[in-house]
């Protein structure tokens, strides 16, 4: 078998030292090595051109390339010319686009190289020296394709490294969106982050307020703790703002389109600049991004363009979630003290002020509460200043009427259900749990939930998860928990009518509401109360109540408790024609018919006096009605079905004729 010959880079004849070429070779592949490691093109340049002197043996090498005028500018060079600029020569070899050597009448020697027509930078390789034999020109040639080629390869990876760290600082910024809880701040963040990536002296933000026409700059140029406010139509920001095209200007000056007036009133020098339109998300123009002077005189450039514009469409998107929660942070918090405002507990008794001092106690902790009383002693409204004193008055109130849903709606309306659960189900929908997260859930008439609404819950309410009707799901719910009842809920868990583990799981804090009778000191605050409300409501002046009509509202047992009382004040507001009320204003409104002043008799129980009043005192307020039940459910200020379902647990023969 032949024998393998093994030859090194260091062994071929053509790169070696004693070679010719050898020096030259290696000097290509030194160029090429050092390009791809330069940290920037400057510094591999001044590297390359002390070599490129040394190997062809001349006192100058620079990198230079033809500007307007016409004139040479010198990109990078190393060593000294002498002073003389050879200017023909360099024009005659770009024209050419072939090498050239001139020997001047002082000895000295010139010489330009092309460099390719893609090279970024430059046009020639240009050197002077004493030394001037065809080793120069090929060697000259050589290195200027070796040069061109290295400085191609250089900008790639200039470009690739700012598009890499452009796209980074998106990134950062969009990671900062949902974060920011004010423009000002995002927006000089922005526009920091447009300066250090443009290269530029400063950016700048306009914000186009088209009712004033005019633009604010954010951050203003050169005017520390104020605002610059602008004319919409004027300069390069108003041409960005009418045309919705990008703008870019190498000499500011000599664009009839800038305005010198901010420059006059700053002490600033505006060189060049570059301005893109902002849009909003539906394309709309909204305002205008502007980064002014790149550094080291160079123009701004396409990719430039491309990077304020990406930069532009996260401004645009920081204003719009942040105006869209700032109008729902406002919505909510004038929601909140309008809800506030209309929640009052009134009353002076022992009994209103002990239970105003427990709420707030109780309102600053998540304890579940358990608000008993008769109705209308005003357990809702109970529940709604636990909520609005405390730490989750932000987040929302969601109240529930347990009665008036049935078993099978009351999974679907607690816990939510997905597309397609059941017949109905046409969309997901989320349940009063998910709704009310973070914030509180009042369960109404908690004594009449069927036996499986009451099981569901209770897991609920131990698990702190909820599944959608038809998912698997579980979804974490933070929700605090206030039940009403006007049940006995004692006797139904002794009757096995309600959970026991449900009842201490909702009763860790009971408060028992008295009824307006036994807080007879409470009346007339509360009717002053109520009669201002709606009196103010009714667009009309404060009514006052005259002594006797005092008396009389003093006098009436209120077994509506004070949800009776307000709906009385509100008819009055509405409809008493003096501005004073008078006992007689209240004879009809307490006593429509004859029968209905009078009370049970006294030899019958509690229980059952109860009920005969309930009764009479529905089927007044339906005769009231005209006889339409849905209206009386709603003067009752009861569900339609819950007052049904009232009348037959009183045995009304009402109940069972239509409605």
């Known amino acids: 078998m032949a024998a393998t010959e093994w030859i090194t880079a260091s062994e071929t004849a053509l790169l070696s030292p004693n070679s010719a070429s050898g020096p030259l070779l290696q000097l290509t592949g030194k160029l090429l090595t050092d390009s791809l490691r330069a940290g920037s093109t400057d510094s591999f340049l001044k590297s390359a051109l002390a070599d ?114 452009r796209l980074r600082s998106t990134l950062e910024i969009a990671s900062r969106l949902s974060q920011a809880e004010d ?136 204003l719009r979630n942040l105006q869209e929660r700032d109008l729902l942070h406002r919505s909510h918090r004038q929601l909140a003290e309008r809800a506030t405002k209309g929640i009052m507990i009134v009353g002076e008794s022992a009994a209103m002020a002990a239970l105003r001092d427990t709420i707030r106690r109780l309102a600053s902790t998540d304890l579940p509460v358990l608000v008993l009383g008769e109705s209308g002693t005003g357990k809702e409204v109970v529940a709604q200043s636990l909520h609005y004193e405390g730490s989750r008055a932000g987040c929302p109130f969601v109240a529930v009427n347990c009665a008036a849903l049935t078993e099978s709606l009351l999974e679907s309306e607690l816990f939510g259900h997905e597309r397609g659960a059941f017949t109905d189900a046409r969309e997901m929908r989320q349940g009063k749990f998910e709704l009310a997260d973070g914030g509180t859930l009042f369960l109404d008439e908690i004594g009449d939930m069927s036996p499986g609404g009451q099981a569901k819950l209770l897991r609920v309410l131990e698990q702190k998860v909820i599944t959608r009707v038809g998912g698997s799901q579980q979804i974490p719910v933070d929700v605090r928990i206030v039940a009403a009842t006007n049940a006995n809920l004692s006797e139904a868990v002794r009757s096995k009518k309600f959970r026991e583990d449900l009842y201490y799981r909702l009763g860790v804090v009971s408060l028992d509401l ?93 229980e059952e006096a109860t009920r005969t009043f309930q009764r009479d005192y529905i089927r007044r307020v339906i005769r009231h009605a005209g006889g339409n039940v849905t209206d009386a459910a709603e003067t009752l200020h009861l569900h339609r079905s819950n007052l049904y379902r009232k009348m037959k647990q009183l045995d009304m023969t009402e109940a069972g004729g239509t409605e």
Request: proline share 6%; hydrophobic share 40%.
């Open 514 to 606: 008295p009824p307006l009778r036994e807080r007879p000191e409470d009346i007339l605050l509360l009717a002053e109360f109520f009669l201002k409300k709606f009196a103010t409501q009714a667009r009309r002046p404060p009514l006052q109540l005259s002594q006797e009509a005092r008396r009389r509202l003093q006098a009436h047992p209120w077994p509506g408790n004070v949800r009776e009382l307000r709906n009385l004040m509100e008819r009055l507001a509405f409809l008493c024609a003096r501005e004073r009320v008078e006992a007689e204003d209240l004879a009809f409104m307490l006593s429509p018919d004859s029968d209905s002043g009078q009370l049970p008799g006294l030899d019958l129980g509690l």
């Open 52 to 165: 490129i002197c040394t190997e062809l043996a001349v006192q100058w090498a620079a990198v230079i390339r033809r500007v307007p005028g016409p004139a040479w500018e010198v990109y990078s060079e190393h060593g000294q010319a002498g002073g003389v600029r050879p200017s023909v020569l360099w024009e005659d070899a770009v024209d050419r686009e072939t090498a050239g050597v001139l020997r001047s009448d002082q000895g000295r020697v010139f010489a330009a190289f092309p460099l390719t027509r893609e090279t970024p930078g430059g046009q020639l390789l240009a050197t002077a020296g004493r030394h001037a034999d065809r080793e120069l020109a090929d060697g000259g040639i050589l290195l200027a394709r070796t040069l061109s080629l290295c400085l191609t390869l250089t900008d790639h990876e200039q470009r690739s490294k700012r598009q890499l760290d």
């Open 183 to 318: 423009a000002a701040p995002l927006l000089e963040l922005i526009a920091q982050e447009a300066t250090r990536l443009l290269h530029c002296d400063r950016s700048s933000i306009f914000l186009w307020n088209r009712e004033r026409n005019e633009v604010e700059a954010r951050p203003a140029l050169g005017i520390r703790g104020a605002s610059l406010r602008l004319p919409a139509g004027e300069g390069i920001v108003g041409e960005t703002l009418r045309t919705g095209r990008a703008i870019l200007v190498d000499d500011a000056y000599d664009d009839p389109r800038f305005n010198q007036d901010v420059d006059r009133k700053s002490g600033y020098r505006t060189r060049s600049l570059i301005c893109v339109p902002l849009r909003a998300a539906d394309g709309k123009v909204i305002g205008a991004f502007q980064g002014i002077n790149r550094h080291g005189g160079q123009p701004f450039t396409a990719e430039d363009e491309e990077c304020l514009t990406l930069l532009g469409m996260q401004a645009a998107v920081a």
